[in-house]
């Protein structure tokens, strides 16, 4: 069964850091680029992160660029989205998703992403 599964999340105050995973299972998370997204509450579904599997190029949304950080161990058939000096404002559902290709298109970074993970819950609150 082909699935991805995020874990990692929780309460966080602000300033603090998480550090999120995206685990896969069934199949292999090498030959896919792989993003991270999230849903606020009454919010639409935003891009956050993604990261190509042939030369690791990465891309990060304005808004969490210089705080967040995605990496990948295809060792470990897992990718990873370090979130340092987090906000109020990124609360929110995070997920990871696979692209239909090995590199993200960087005209358009978040399209073609197919497969879904359950989400994980981050809040950020004092």
């Known amino acids: 069964q082909v699935q991805l599964v995020e874990s990692g999340g929780g309460l966080v105050q602000p300033g603090g850091s998480l550090r999120l995973s995206c685990a896969a299972s069934?199949?292999?998370?090498?030959?896919?680029?792989i993003g991270w997204f999230r849903q606020a509450p009454g919010k639409e579904r935003e891009g956050v992160s993604c990261i190509s599997s042939t030369d690791g190029s990465t891309y990060y949304a304005d808004s969490v660029k210089g705080r967040f950080t995605i990496s990948r161990d295809n060792a470990k058939n897992t990718v990873y989205l370090q979130m340092n000096s987090l906000k109020p404002e990124d609360t929110a559902v995070y997920y990871c998703?696979?692209?239909?290709?090995?590199?993200?298109?960087?005209?358009?970074?978040?399209?073609?992403?197919?497969?879904w993970g359950q989400g994980t819950q981050v809040t950020v609150s004092s």
């Open positions: 998703a696979t692209n239909y290709y090995s590199d993200y298109d960087p005209r358009d970074p978040w399209a073609d992403f197919g497969d």
């Open positions: 069934g199949f292999t998370l090498d030959y896919y680029a």
